[in-house]
């Protein structure tokens, strides 16, 4: 039924699109995931295609065609297998997430902020990934950018020393942005001196990341994440909190959406689809 | 002719205008033939159905011919929290709906490119769209993940040279900002202009839309501001947010709906109301310049600003942007 579905959302040029519309690499590189854990060839095939004509020259990817520069989506595409992205390709996506940190983590950012007598906060001593390179890092792209570095460092059995040090870099940074009440926003931790509350979406996410840590503030947020499941009707949300419980054993095994969760894009369709493939 | 400001131009009029407004570093002279602009301000007490016909009144008085035309109503979904005064209320963005529907718009589309949150549509219900909107996900589009496209604004205030916007607003005829009428922890105050972040596509910049705060909020505003030239702007007043706005503030009863052709003059009458000086708002200065701030160049229609205005709670950082009464 998924595969029908995500089979009818394909555009002509191989790729897919949120909902409607032109293809984007987000929706394509989900889409293509799935498609490859139900073992479908065909328009996985496709969907490679557009997504290795989408590839910039600095190996990364853009979020949609048009766009000029590499970004955040550079790491879903990385997630999948090289031997399907093509070895050269896969190992320039990796490289091009091993260069790429949050603006507020560059010297010059620092030394600015050190002359000016205001020295960064606590939050930002470990670096993260930004949506775009030029910003700030957030909890989101961090999280995407260890799950594909996380895959890239089990296929390899021996992670480089850089891989190795951008993980534990990686998580530090998403348990310094973690809420007050365990879970995590799109990465600010207060609001002037207020603390901000948490998503479901984003701590379901971040969980995911931090797939295999065992560290005192996870049962807190395992248990955030357990009351954001029942609670909330996102399907988005319900997505990522099934990854993130699961990733940290505590999501009941014959556990099933409520049937009111509409899968109304792509990525939701195929992030489902890979929930229940064990896939992703 | 080429109105882009040249960075000597920018810092010469940064300069001129800081020493004639001390404290705002967005302070510069502009011409000062204005034309004026009219605003109307509106009294609405609840979210009922006399906001209705209030808001068709009020866009037959700036004479608005939508007539086969293609409208966007952007409203400011932001986060939700029950109870709270976060988002312009759904009544508001249904008459408004209504309203260009019996005037003959040819579509009229409610779009909105939440910063925060991925899940548009889940926001879009739990705020009571679905439950007010009749169809309101057929008439939906998500900002965030819409087809876009590169352009360059009308005039360059932030340090970035394009913009990826979306295809369904920079296509629209006319392009409603409806904002809430809130203070702003870091502008000041979030109004008709501050509410056009909602169209730049997360897909492209993220959640948050970080990119724009790095090269400048006041200046990615104006820029915005810029890109977009068929505009009119309605901000929602009943209720509003004081305090730490835009998320955390409490809910402020104004009973007001504010609205104009020229969202410079609509967002500056608003601080009025708000008992906020205009001139401190970096980008209205920047946009607008003092001359089309100045209350004697917007012409107030129906209620006065004397007559509604209300003072805001402020979080002390922005003590200083009260307005001074003369």
Same mark, same amino acid.
């Given at each position: 039924?998924?595969?029908?579905?995500?089979?009818?959302?394909?555009?002509?040029? =191989?790729?897919?699109?949120?909902?409607?519309? #032109?293809? !984007?690499?987000? /929706? +394509?590189?989900? %889409?293509? *995931? &799935? @498609?490859?854990?139900?073992?479908?060839?065909?328009?996985?095939?496709?969907?490679?295609?557009?997504?290795?004509?989408?590839?910039?020259?600095?190996?990364?990817?853009?979020?949609?065609?048009?766009?000029?520069?590499?970004?955040?989506?550079?790491?879903?595409?990385?997630?999948?297998?090289?031997?399907?992205?093509?070895?050269?390709?896969?190992?320039?996506?990796?490289?091009?997430?091993?260069?790429?940190?949050?603006?507020?983590?560059?010297?010059?950012?620092?030394?600015?902020?050190?002359?000016?007598?205001?020295?960064?906060?606590?939050?930002?001593?470990?670096? =993260?990934?930004?949506?775009?390179?030029?910003? #700030?890092? !957030?909890?989101? /792209? +961090?999280?995407? %950018?260890? *799950? &594909? @570095?996380?895959?890239?460092?089990?296929?390899?059995?021996?992670?480089?020393?850089?891989?190795?040090?951008?993980?534990?870099?990686?998580?530090?940074?998403?348990?310094?942005?973690?809420?007050?009440?365990?879970?995590?926003?799109?990465?600010?931790?207060?609001?002037?001196?207020?603390?901000?509350?948490?998503?479901?979406?984003?701590?379901?996410?971040?969980?995911?990341?931090?797939?295999?840590?065992?560290?005192?503030?996870?049962?807190?947020?395992?248990?955030?994440?357990?009351?954001?499941?029942?609670?909330?009707?996102?399907?988005?949300?319900?997505?990522?909190?099934?990854?993130?419980?699961?990733?940290?054993? #505590?999501?009941?095994?014959?556990?099933?959406?409520?049937?009111?969760?509409?899968?109304?894009?792509?990525?939701?369709?195929?992030?489902?689809?890979?929930?229940?493939?064990?896939?992703? | 002719?080429?109105?882009?400001?040249?960075?000597?131009?920018?810092?010469?009029?940064?300069?001129?205008?800081?020493?004639?407004?001390?404290?705002?570093?967005?302070?510069?002279?502009?011409?000062?033939?204005?034309?004026?602009?009219?605003?109307?301000?509106?009294?609405?007490?609840?979210?009922?159905?006399?906001?209705?016909?209030?808001?068709?009144?009020?866009?037959?008085?700036?004479?608005?011919?939508?007539?086969?035309?293609?409208?966007?109503?952007?409203?400011?979904?932001?986060?939700?929290?029950?109870?709270?005064?976060?988002?312009?209320?759904?009544?508001?963005?249904?008459?408004?709906?209504?309203?260009?529907?019996?005037?003959?718009?040819?579509?009229?589309?409610?779009?909105?490119?939440?910063?925060?949150?991925?899940?548009?549509?889940?926001?879009?219900?739990?705020?009571?769209?679905?439950?007010?909107?009749?169809?309101?996900?057929?008439?939906?589009?998500?900002?965030?993940?819409?087809?876009?496209?590169?352009?360059?604004?009308?005039?360059?205030?932030?340090?970035?040279?394009?913009?990826?916007?979306?295809?369904?607003?920079?296509?629209?005829?006319?392009?409603?900002?409806?904002?809430?009428?809130?203070?702003?922890?870091?502008?000041?105050?979030?109004?008709?202009?501050?509410?056009?972040?909602?169209?730049?596509?997360?897909?492209?910049?993220?959640?948050?839309?970080?990119?724009?705060?790095?090269?400048?909020?006041?200046?990615?505003?104006?820029?915005?501001?810029?890109?977009?030239?068929?505009?009119?702007?309605?901000?929602?007043?009943?209720?509003?947010?004081?305090?730490?706005?835009?998320?955390?503030?409490?809910?402020?009863?104004?009973?007001?709906?504010?609205?104009?052709?020229?969202?410079?003059?609509?967002?500056?009458?608003?601080?009025?109301?708000?008992?906020?000086?205009?001139?401190?708002?970096?980008?209205?200065?920047?946009?607008?310049?003092?001359?089309?701030?100045?209350?004697?160049?917007?012409?107030?229609?129906?209620?006065?600003?004397?007559?509604?205005?209300?003072?805001?709670?402020?979080?002390?950082?922005?003590?200083?942007?009260?307005?001074?009464?003369?």
């Amino acid at each position: 039924m998924s595969l029908d579905r995500l089979a009818h959302y394909q555009n002509s040029d =191989g790729g897919w699109p949120y909902r409607r519309g #032109a293809s !984007w690499t987000e /929706p +394509t590189a989900y %889409a293509v *995931l &799935a @498609l490859l854990a139900a073992g479908e060839s065909e328009k996985s095939r496709r969907g490679i295609a557009w997504l290795l004509k989408m590839r910039r020259k600095d190996g990364g990817w853009p979020a949609c065609a048009g766009v000029d520069e590499s970004g955040w989506t550079t790491a879903l595409v990385a997630m999948l297998p090289p031997d399907i992205l093509g070895p050269d390709v896969h190992h320039d996506a990796i490289e091009w997430l091993l260069g790429e940190t949050g603006e507020e983590s560059s010297w010059v950012y620092r030394l600015r902020a050190y002359l000016s007598g205001s020295p960064p906060p606590p939050e930002q001593s470990a670096p =993260g990934w930004p949506w775009v390179p030029g910003a #700030a890092a !957030w909890v989101g /792209p +961090t999280s995407l %950018a260890l *799950l &594909a @570095l996380n895959r890239q460092m089990t296929r390899s059995g021996a992670p480089t020393p850089r891989i190795q040090k951008r993980l534990a870099e990686g998580r530090r940074f998403l348990l310094n942005r973690m809420c007050r009440s365990g879970g995590w926003n799109h990465g600010s931790v207060n609001a002037l001196g207020y603390p901000a509350d948490a998503y479901p979406e984003t701590t379901g996410m971040a969980l995911t990341a931090l797939r295999g840590l065992r560290a005192r503030q996870i049962e807190g947020s395992v248990g955030l994440a357990a009351r954001f499941l029942a609670e909330c009707r996102s399907a988005d949300a319900f997505n990522w909190l099934r990854l993130g419980l699961a990733a940290h054993g #505590a999501l009941p095994v014959e556990y099933r959406p409520p049937e009111q969760i509409q899968f109304r894009t792509v990525p939701e369709i195929a992030i489902d689809m890979l929930i229940s493939a064990q896939a992703l | 002719m080429n109105s882009r400001i040249t960075r000597r131009e920018w810092i010469a009029g940064a300069a001129i205008g800081a020493a004639g407004a001390p404290g705002c570093r967005f302070s510069r002279p502009v011409a000062q033939n204005v034309r004026p602009s009219t605003v109307t301000i509106v009294r609405a007490t609840a979210y009922d159905q006399k906001v209705y016909a209030k808001v068709r009144s009020m866009f037959e008085s700036h004479r608005l011919d939508v007539r086969g035309r293609s409208v966007v109503l952007k409203p400011n979904l932001v986060e939700f929290e029950p109870g709270s005064s976060i988002n312009t209320n759904p009544l508001l963005v249904h008459a408004a709906y209504e309203a260009f529907r019996e005037m003959g718009a040819a579509s009229v589309r409610i779009a909105e490119g939440p910063g925060h949150r991925r899940d548009t549509l889940d926001l879009a219900e739990a705020a009571g769209y679905f439950k007010t909107v009749p169809g309101f996900e057929d008439n939906f589009i998500d900002l965030n993940v819409d087809d876009s496209t590169r352009i360059h604004p009308a005039r360059q205030f932030s340090r970035l040279e394009k913009f990826y916007l979306p295809n369904s607003v920079l296509g629209a005829d006319l392009l409603v900002s409806m904002a809430k009428m809130k203070t702003h922890h870091w502008t000041g105050a979030t109004l008709s202009m501050k509410n056009l972040f909602g169209v730049v596509p997360s897909g492209i910049y993220g959640w948050p839309k970080n990119v724009l705060h790095w090269a400048g909020i006041h200046e990615c505003i104006a820029d915005l501001h810029a890109a977009f030239p068929r505009q009119f702007a309605i901000v929602d007043g009943i209720v509003g947010m004081e305090g730490n706005g835009p998320i955390q503030g409490s809910a402020k009863n104004v009973g007001v709906l504010v609205a104009g052709k020229d969202p410079i003059a609509v967002d500056a009458t608003c601080c009025r109301i708000m008992q906020i000086d205009p001139l401190r708002i970096g980008y209205l200065q920047l946009a607008g310049g003092e001359a089309r701030l100045a209350e004697r160049n917007i012409v107030q229609a129906e209620e006065s600003i004397a007559a509604v205005s209300t003072p805001f709670e402020l979080i002390p950082q922005l003590r200083d942007f009260r307005l001074r009464q003369s």
